[in-house]
């Protein structure tokens, strides 16, 4: 695997959460540089016995809701 894809949603409270998408990998933060940081160090944890992928994208998913 060449690159793991995170989802990351934006919460109510303007934190975010980030799923890897065909892994076990979920993380949260307060702001935006925070779960980068987080995902950043969760990737290397998670591959520790094995080679993890080269890069990692982060896919903001914003759901508005229009009245």
Known sequence: MNELVFSVTQEGDSGCVAEALGESIFTQADS???LRVNVRESVPAFYFDRPAPA?????LVRDEVLA
């Open 32 to 34: 935006w540089d925070e």
């Open 55 to 59: 890069r990692v994208r982060l896919h």
